[in-house]
């Protein structure tokens, strides 16, 4: 099992590196939109609940993009099939597709964070910094196990650009809810407080008890 | 034979509903605080709660489709989740205005119970266009259980997480159940049952309804023969196979 | 013409909150309504197709000099 999720891993981050297809344009899509919210809030800097908002609100529309994305290539050039035939357990591929998905969402935000910071955010990032990866890694993980689940959904129908997004953005709600309450004390203006742990321990549960359920039912979206 | 104690359930369902309203209108006391504003919490919370309960009887429906492959179940996980959104609407509906009579605005941001409803109503509003878009039958059932059981499990996580979120802003002020005085909390149990009873003779109501309809298009075809049936439109429906004749994929569809 | 009555009557204030609660009662009366309204088109058209088929199922016979399958519908 660990051998065919290595191996899957492999292979997406190879074509990842080689095509170029998700991660600069997550990355773009995030810079792009702190520059449509410093016009649409006309501010030049945000601090506290507003800052938090506006990091969770763009890093949610940037995975969808990822989202979007993830499934894409299997469907349409038969990489199911080629796995359905191997003789391997199928939630390899989830579990594979949501480190992918994870190592994504890592990737873009280290341009896009401190993006934020230089463009949009009033207080220091550097003093939110080790409590804020924490979040951010918790918040990510919830995103990858619901975005790799919705993908796989989506990805079957015939608007699969629509619904992946219809689908996911209310799943995800309670992620944003999590991230961005636990941000906000972060992103304080003056000296930024502790996290409250409640936030930290909501998100780790809801990372849990989602990841199950897509473990338990993955296997039932790639029967042929 | 779905339509079998239909006539039973329905009538219940008007004698729960004529205890009910008699004692909302004339045995509950007035609440001290909202007055006769109040009597709308009769009815749309236990609007709410059905409609929740139901969500969640979709996704064990759905379970239910994915362990047998049977796509009995399936079409019952659909009515289940169809009528729940009908009651989420009417619960937005009436919390709405609610809302408008209490604090003059249609809508309550600081309502958690309201909002996390909005959100588990968007997320079911994602069921049927999810269905339409998958044209192959079996796959499309397939798929919906997976998506009823994963909604089935957000709807309680979703309002954990809500009701967290505004813990420390506002205390409830909507409709606390906790500490309803007697005569109050009788009323609103006996509302809960007439709802609940709704709930079930609407939903059994709807099953006999596709149940016949595929019997009727089993019938035009064994008279008619295959050439002559219009091939079935794409739906979000399932399909049901009448158990007189053999399950293709083909038979006669209970399409809306 | 109905203010005595409506005097008498317990629990019906008819000034504010009279109007919305009228409104979220009458919201649930009608979606019912509506739903009932579906129901019935929905039987009318199964009927008119039983009726169709009906008449099919005893044309059959006559053109094709086979024992009905269906022999009755009633």
Same mark, same amino acid.
């Given at each position: 099992?660990?051998?065919?999720?290595?191996?899957?891993?492999?292979?997406?981050?190879?074509?990842?590196?080689?095509?170029?297809?998700?991660v600069?344009?997550?990355?773009?899509?995030?810079?792009?939109?702190?520059?449509?919210?410093?016009?649409a809030l006309?501010?030049?800097?945000?601090?506290?609940?507003?800052?938090? %908002?506006? #990091? =969770?609100?763009?890093?949610?529309?940037?995975?969808?993009?990822g989202i979007?994305?993830? /499934?894409?290539?299997?469907a349409?050039?038969?990489?199911?099939?080629?796995f359905?035939?191997?003789p391997?357990?199928?939630?390899? @591929?989830?579990?594979?597709?949501a480190?992918?998905?994870m190592?994504?969402l890592?990737?873009?935000?280290i341009v896009?964070?401190?993006?934020?910071?230089?463009?949009?955010?009033?207080?220091s990032?550097g003093?939110?910094?080790?409590?804020?990866?924490?979040? #951010?890694?918790?918040g990510?993980?919830?995103?990858a196990?619901?975005?790799?689940?919705?993908?796989?959904?989506?990805?079957q129908?015939?608007?699969?650009?629509?619904?992946?997004?219809?689908?996911?953005?209310?799943?995800?709600?309670?992620?944003?809810?999590?991230?961005?309450?636990?941000?906000?004390?972060?992103l304080?203006?003056?000296?930024?407080?502790?996290?409250?742990?409640?936030?930290?321990?909501?998100?780790?549960?809801?990372?849990?008890?989602?990841?199950?359920?897509?473990?338990?039912?993955?296997?039932?979206?790639?029967?042929? | 034979? &779905?339509?079998?104690?239909? !006539?039973?359930l329905?009538?219940?369902?008007?004698?729960?509903?004529?205890?009910?309203?008699? #004692?909302?209108?004339?045995?509950?006391?007035?609440?001290?605080?909202?007055?006769?504003?109040?009597?709308? /919490? &009769?009815?749309?919370?236990?609007l709410?709660?059905?409609?929740?309960?139901?969500?969640?009887?979709?996704?064990?429906?759905?379970?239910?489709?994915?362990?047998?492959?049977?796509?009995?179940?399936?079409?019952?996980?659909?009515?289940?989740i169809?009528?729940?959104?009908?009651?989420?609407?009417?619960?937005?509906?009436t919390?709405?205005? =609610?809302?408008?009579?209490?604090w %003059?605005?249609?809508?309550?941001?600081?309502?958690?119970?309201?909002?996390?409803?909005?959100?588990?109503?968007?997320?079911?509003?994602? &069921?049927?266009?999810? $269905?339409?878009?998958?044209?192959?039958?079996?796959?499309?059932?397939?798929?919906?259980?997976?998506?009823a059981?994963?909604?089935?499990?957000?709807?309680?996580?979703?309002?954990?997480?809500? $009701?967290?979120?505004?813990?420390?802003?506002?205390?409830?002020?909507?409709?606390?159940?906790?500490?309803?005085?007697?005569?109050?909390?009788?009323?609103?149990?006996?509302?809960?049952?007439?709802m609940?009873?709704?709930?079930?003779?609407l &939903?059994?109501?709807?099953?006999?309804?596709?149940?016949? !309809?595929?019997?009727?298009?089993?019938?035009?075809?064994?008279l008619?023969?295959?050439?002559? @049936?219009?091939? $079935?439109? !794409?739906?979000?429906a399932?399909?049901?196979?009448?158990?007189?004749?053999?399950?293709?994929?083909?038979?006669?569809?209970?399409? !809306? | 013409m109905?203010a005595?009555?409506?005097?008498?009557?317990?629990?019906?204030?008819?000034?504010?909150?009279?109007?919305?609660?009228? %409104?979220?009662?009458?919201?649930?009366?009608?979606l019912?309504?509506?739903?009932?309204?579906?129901?019935?088109?929905? #039987?009318? $058209?199964?009927?008119?197709?039983? %009726?169709?088929?009906?008449?099919?199922?005893?044309?059959?016979?006559?053109?094709e000099?086979?024992?009905?399958r269906?022999?009755?519908?009633?």
């Open positions: 099992m660990r051998r065919t999720v290595a191996a899957l891993l492999r292979k997406e981050l190879l074509v990842e590196l080689r095509t170029l297809e998700s600069p344009g997550m990355s773009l899509f995030a810079v792009t939109t702190f520059v449509v919210f410093h016009f006309n501010r030049n800097s945000v601090d506290g609940d507003l800052a938090a %908002g506006i #990091l =969770w609100v763009t890093l949610l529309f940037a995975a969808i993009l979007n994305r993830l /499934f894409v290539a299997d349409d050039q038969g990489g199911f099939d080629a359905l035939l191997a391997v357990d199928r939630s390899a @591929m989830l579990i594979a597709k480190l992918t998905l190592a994504y890592l990737a873009f935000e896009a964070v401190p993006a934020f910071g230089l463009l949009l955010l009033g207080p990032l003093a939110a910094m080790p409590d804020l990866l924490l979040v #951010l890694l918790l990510d993980l919830g995103v196990v619901i975005g790799t689940l919705v993908a796989a959904l989506a990805v129908t015939r608007a699969r650009d629509l619904l992946g997004p219809l689908l996911a953005l209310p799943l995800l709600v309670p992620i944003v809810i999590g991230g961005a309450r636990a941000s906000s004390p972060l304080a203006l003056g000296h930024p407080t502790a996290v409250p742990g409640r936030w930290l321990l909501t998100l780790g549960l809801y990372d849990l008890v989602f990841g199950l359920i897509a473990y338990a039912l993955f296997d039932f979206l790639l029967e042929d | 034979m &779905y339509g079998k104690g239909l !006539r039973a329905s009538i219940a369902t008007v004698a729960a509903f004529a205890v009910a309203f008699g #004692l909302v209108f004339f045995y509950a006391p007035l609440d001290a605080e909202q007055g006769f504003l109040q009597k709308i /919490f &009769y009815l749309h919370v236990p709410a709660i059905i409609a929740l309960c139901g969500f969640v009887i979709g996704g064990l429906l759905a379970i239910q489709h994915l362990r047998t492959r049977d796509s009995r179940w399936d079409m019952r996980s659909y009515v289940a169809h009528m729940s959104l009908i009651f989420a609407v009417a619960t937005l509906i919390g709405s205005i =609610w809302a408008k009579g209490s %003059g605005h249609w809508w309550a941001w600081d309502e958690p119970t309201l909002v996390s409803f909005l959100i588990v109503f968007l997320l079911y509003a994602t &069921y049927q266009p999810l $269905r339409f878009a998958i044209e192959d039958p079996e796959r499309q059932s397939r798929y919906a259980s997976v998506f059981i994963t909604a089935g499990a957000f709807v309680p996580m979703n309002f954990i997480a809500v $009701r967290l979120s505004t813990a420390y802003l506002h205390p409830r002020v909507l409709g606390s159940t906790s500490n309803l005085p007697g005569s109050m909390g009788l009323t609103f149990v006996v509302c809960l049952i007439a609940a009873l709704l709930y079930a003779t &939903y059994k109501y709807e099953l006999t309804a596709k149940h016949t !309809r595929s019997q009727v298009r089993a019938l035009r075809r064994k008619i023969g295959e050439t002559g @049936m219009a091939p $079935r439109p !794409r739906s979000a399932p399909t049901l196979h009448p158990t007189s004749t053999p399950a293709t994929s083909t038979a006669a569809g209970a399409s !809306r | 109905f005595p009555v409506l005097a008498e009557l317990p629990a019906l204030p008819l000034h504010e909150a009279g109007k919305y609660v009228a %409104g979220a009662y009458i919201v649930l009366f009608v019912v309504l509506i739903y009932f309204a579906i129901m019935a088109i929905r #039987l009318s $058209r199964i009927e008119r197709e039983l %009726g169709e088929l009906l008449e099919l199922a005893n044309q059959e016979p006559a053109e000099d086979v024992a009905p269906e022999p009755t519908l009633a």
